[in-house]
């Protein structure tokens, strides 16, 4: 479920470290890795509102929720 548009284009551009900063989760308390993963959620929520990209507000939304409901 590959999302495309103005949010996935800025997160390509910005994308240089995300890989290292990802690996670091792993080495942090599960409830930290929850909470990290939540706000990261909100935030592209939130981004992609800003960016009035509605197909990725769509696709984060929904992704968010699955995340609360498990």
Known sequence: ???SGP??????????SSGRQ???LFSVPHMVQ??????????QVAAAL????SHEYRHWLLL?????VN
């Open 34 to 43: 929850q909470e990290t993963t939540l706000a990261y959620l909100e935030s």
């Open 7 to 16: 949010l996935a284009i800025v997160q390509g551009r910005a994308s240089t």
């Open 1 to 3: 479920m590959l999302c």
């Open 22 to 24: 990802a690996a670091r």
């Open 50 to 53: 800003t960016l009035r990209s």
């Open 64 to 68: 968010y929720v699955r995340y609360l």
